[in-house]
């Protein structure tokens, strides 16, 4: 056949393709720094949220590395067939703004409904992951935190005793796995002890609410967990 078909393409996967053909030609050389966020986004044309999740992939594939404070730098030339995994790679991950949209559609009301259950067995189960997750945070260990947060949420989702609700979350939950979300979280919304220490408050608050059956309280947690989320990503 002649041609091919034609298929939309995401912003973000086009921002990246722009930074690693920048790289590749020299303009940003290994070990020097990119453009803001905010000169990124001026000069594509495009929002900051997808420059941020553009530089998140890039950082998942180790081409640059994010320096708090001082912004993001080139670690090393990629080849032109990590220019096309770039690209892959966004494509074949569901957007960071749809995870969240979802999840925060979603699992407010689960939070609620398991406050109604009054399960002693849930609230235990639940207050031992939040203890690792304490645990973790006081050590900034990112990726242990990660890992017993979506621990947390997946018992959540199975307390609430309906097999249909945990097979609508699951796919979202699984999510937090994806290297370009996990990127982002790790460098914009968990990027030090105090973040880290902070979603854990925002985690005790929900189950506190569940514990007290006050399913009104476990709600509006879970909508301020994502709400906090959802201002960072569009800040």
Known sequence: ???????????????????????????????????SEFE??????????????????LQAMSVIESRPG???YVVR????????????LI???AGCR?????????????????????????????RGILGSMRK???????????????????????AAGNPLVTAALSP????????????FTRHYYLKNVDDLETVSDLHSDVLNAIERGDGATAYAKMVEHWTRMREIWEA
């Open 98 to 126: 749809e995870v969240m949209e979802a999840r925060e559609a979603l699992e407010p009301p689960v939070a609620a409904l398991v406050a109604t259950k009054g399960s002693p067995d849930v609230v235990l189960d639940l």
């Open 70 to 72: 001082s912004g993001n």
């Open 136 to 158: 973790h945070a006081a050590r900034d260990d990112f990726d242990s935190y990660l890992d017993a947060d979506k621990a947390f949420h997946f018992a959540l989702a199975e």
């Open 40 to 57: 990124l986004a001026e000069q594509m044309g495009v929002s900051r949220p997808s420059i941020r999740e553009a530089l998140s992939a």
């Open 172 to 183: 979202l939950l699984n999510s937090m796995d994806q290297r370009v979300y996990r990127e």
């Open 1 to 35: 056949m002649p041609f091919e078909k034609v298929r939309p393409r995401k912003v973000t996967a086009i921002a990246a393709e722009q930074i690693v053909e920048a790289i590749q030609r020299g303009d940003y050389p290994v070990g020097s720094k990119l453009p």
């Open 91 to 93: 494509e074949s991950e």
């Open 77 to 88: 030339l990629p080849s032109s067939d990590e220019e096309d995994a770039a690209v892959h």
